[in-house]
């Protein structure tokens, strides 16, 4: 199992940017593909964004695909979240996690970390 801490969370106006990052602790980072989630107050986990372990193939949600943008750095054990023109309904905790295989399914992933609080104002 690897640990995972995102940070890069915060308040920000609608229409701006933001980036989130997710440094990973185990040994087995490099074969992990990774997932971003997100869950507003009331509403269910739902899928972000994924990466697989070389960084080659990326998923996206409907709703942020070409806005958002995830990245790794297997080097640095970190991958990345770039949200751009942001929206109001983007607010919610923001949450990585690592799984064995490439997927869009939070029941596939086993390491979560403990999330970061966007906030996307008016």
């Known amino acids: 199992q690897v640990q995972l801490v995102e940070s890069g969370g915060g308040l920000v106006q609608t229409g701006g940017p933001l980036r989130l990052s997710c440094a990973a602790y185990g040994r087995t980072f490099g074969s992990n593909a990774m997932g971003w989630f997100r869950q507003a107050p009331g509403k269910e986990r739902e899928f972000v964004a994924a990466?697989?372990?070389?960084?080659?193939?990326?998923r996206y949600a409907p709703s942020v695909k070409g806005r958002f943008a995830v990245s790794r750095d297997n080097a640095k054990n970190t991958v990345y979240l770039q949200m751009n023109n942001l929206k109001p309904e983007d607010t919610a905790v923001y949450y990585c996690?690592?799984?064995?295989?490439?997927?869009?399914?939070?029941?596939?992933?086993?390491?979560w970390g403990q999330g970061t609080q966007v906030t996307v104002s008016t």
């Open positions: 996690a690592a799984t064995d295989r490439l997927s869009t399914a939070a029941l596939h992933y086993g390491s």
């Open positions: 990466i697989s372990g070389n960084g080659i193939i990326t």
